[in-house]
C-alpha cells in the first residue's frame, strides 16, 4: 500500500479514531480528575482548572468525557465484535448450506429487520434487567441482522465460484469452505462494513443512554453525560454540547475512514468508482 | 425490502381472503372479489388463471398479504417474544424482597397467571378492534392515550417529510450535475458528516442557537388541546427542522447514487454524445429510471423519520407516541410498550410496502419476475 494514495480526509479520520482510542485505553492516566469526583460548583464555565468546565454535579466534563470514551467505545466495539461473529458465521452457513437453512435463516433475519431498531431495543429493554452484558447482546442481536444481510449477499456470490466448487467436490467440510474459501475473499468489504457498523454502535448506544436505557449512572458514557447536562442548555450552558460533539466526531471519523476504504475496494475491482 | 418472492402456491392463496379484510380491497382490483369466489373448489389453478390475467393486481395482491402476514409475525415477535424472556415484571415491581404471595397477588391482578398463548389471542383480538388493554403503571386505556398522541406524532412526521423529500431528491440531482466539481464535493462533505450527527446533538444545538440564544421559538414545543393550526406549526418548527437535517443528508446520498448508477449506463452516454443538454438528458432520460430506486429511498427514509421521531420527541418535549414510548419503557408498563411497538412497525411495514409497490408501478421491468 502506498501511503501517499492515502487521501486527506482519511488521515483526519484515523489521526481522530486514534485520538478516541488513546483516551479510552489510557483514561486513568490522562483524565486531570477522577471519574465521579465532585470538584467545584455546578455548571462551571471553560477555562481555569476545569478546561471544559464542570458538569451538573460538579464534576469535571473533560475528565468525565476521558472516561466515557472508555465506556462508550468498549461497549460499541465488544457489540460489533459480537455482532460480526454472529452475522458472518450465520450468513455463511446460509450461503453455503442453502435450502432450507437459507431459507429459514433468511425469513427469521427478515421479520427482525421488520422491526425497526430502536423500536426493538426500546421493547426488549422494557423487560430485560439493566446489565451492561444485556445491553451489549442486544445491540449486537440488532446490529448481527445487518451484517447477515450483506454477509450472505457477498458469501453468495463467492459460493457460485469454481474454486469453491472444487472444495466441494474435493469434499472438504463446511466450515473448512466457510473459513479457508469465503471468509478470505470477503475481507476487504466485511471490514468496510464493520467500520460502518461501529459507527452505528456509538451512535445507538449513546441514543440508548441518552433516553435514560443504556448504561446507567454513575458510570460515565457519552449519551449518558448529554442526558444528565441537557436541562443545562435552557441556561444557555453548551455543557451537553460537548460529548454530543465527542459522538459526532468519532462518528464522522470512522466514516471518512470506511468512505475511502469503499472507494479503494471499489477500485480494485474495477467497479463504479464515482458511485 | 426486494427479496425474491418464493412460486405463488396454494399459501399464497389462503393469504388473499386474509389481505382483503383488515386492510379492504386495493383500488383497481375489483376483480379479486370474484375471483375470491371459486378460491374454495380449486384455489391453485383460480389464482395462476387470474395471475396469468393480471398480473399486476395478482403481484400487488400477493404485497398485500405478505404484508399483512409480516405484521402477524411481529406481533407474535412482540407479544409471544417477550414473554419468553427472562424478567418477571411483579418481581421488578416489588423488588428483591417481595413475598411470593405479594409477587402471586400482583400477577393475578394483571392477569399475568393465565397461559401466554391464550392471552396472546386475547390481546390480538382485542387490537383488531382497537383495544390495547390498560396500562399498568396508571390503569388508563391505553388506546385513548394513544389516540391523542398519535395525531401529534404523524403532525411532526408529516411536515418533516413534506420538506425533506423535494429538497433532497432536488438535491440529489444538484450534485450529480455538478458532479465531480466543488458543488458536488462539498455536498458530499457536509452530507457524511451530516449522517454521523446524532439526532440530539442536532436538536440541542438548534434549542441552544434559535431558543435560548436567539429567543425566536419557545422551547418546549409543547402542543395541547385548543392550540390553533398556526400556533401547532410555530411549536414544531425546531423539532420539524432537526428530522428534516437527520434525514436529509442520507435521503440525498442515496438519491445521489441512484441517479448516478442510471448515468453511467450506456443509452445516456448515447443521449451525452448525440449533444443533448445535461439537464434535460437527467429529467427526460436517467431520471424516469431512477424513480424506482429514489422511491425505495424516500420510503426508507420515512421510515427512519418515524423512528427518528422518538428521540426528536423527547428532546423537545413533544407530546407524542416516541415520548410515551420511552416513559413506559422505563417504568416496564408492558402493554404500552407493545401497542406503540406495535403501531411503530406497522408504520414501518406500511411505508416499506407502499414502496415496494410503487417501485413496480414505477418499473414494468418488476412485475414479471422470473
Known sequence: MRWRAVPLSAWIGMAGMALAVFCAVFAPWIAPFGEREVVGDIWLPMGGDYLLGTDNLGRDLLSRLIYGAQTTIFVALAATVLAFCMGVMLSFTAAVAGGWTDQGLSRVNDL????????????????????LWILIAVIAVLESTRVFRIGRAVALDITVMEFVEAARLRGERRLWIIFREILPNTLSPLLAEFGLRFAFSVLFLSTLSFLGLGIQPPEADWGGIVKDNKDGIIFG????????????????????VVDWLLNRTASLKGGRGDG | ??????????????????????????????????????LAARPARTWSRFRHHMPLAALLIQRLALSVLLLLAVSVVIFLGIEALPGDFAQTYLGQSATPQAVANIRQELGLDQPAVSRYFEWLGGVVQGDFGNSWASGSSVANQIGLRLGNTLFLAFWAALISVPLAVSL??????????????????????????????????????????GGWVTFPSTVYAGMSFGQRLEAIVLPCATLVLVVLAHMMRMTRAAILNVMSSPYVETAELK????????????????VAPIITVVALN???LVVGVVVVEVVFVYPGMGQYM??????????????????FAAVYILLNMSADILAILANPRLRHPR
Open chain 2, 172 to 213: 440529489g440531482m444538484l450534485a450529480v450535475h455538478f458532479r465531480n466539481r466543488w458543488p458536488d464535493r462539498l455536498i458530499n462533505v457536509v452530507s457524511l458528516g451530516a449522517i454521523s450527527l446524532p439526532e440530539f446533538f442536532v436538536g440541542y444545538i438548534l434549542i441552544l442557537f434559535f431558543a435560548v440564544q
Open chain 2, 1 to 38: 425490502m426486494t427479496q425474491q418472492e418464493g412460486s405463488p402456491g396454494p399459501r399464497i392463496v389462503d393469504l388473499e381472503a386474509m389481505a382483503a379484510g383488515p386492510l379492504g380491497p386495493p383500488p383497481g382490483i375489483g376483480l379479486a372479489a370474484p375471483a375470491a369466489a371459486g
Open chain 2, 326 to 343: 420511552v416513559d413506559a419503557v422505563t417504568v416496564r408498563d408492558l402493554p404500552v410498550v407493545q401497542a406503540c411497538g406495535l403501531i
Open chain 1, 112 to 131: 427482525m429487520m421488520s422491526i425497526p431498531t430502536l423500536i426493538f431495543a426500546l421493547i426488549v429493554l422494557a423487560v430485560l434487567p439493566q446489565e
Open chain 2, 302 to 304: 420515512l421510515a427512519y
Open chain 1, 237 to 256: 450552558i453548551p455543557a451537553a454540547l460537548i460529548p454530543g460533539a465527542a459522538i459526532a466526531g468519532l462518528a464522522i471519523c470512522v466514516n471518512l
Open chain 2, 275 to 290: 449533444g443533448l443538454d445535461t439537464l434535460r438528458i437527467i429529467a427526460r432520460h436517467a431520471a424516469p429510471n431512477a
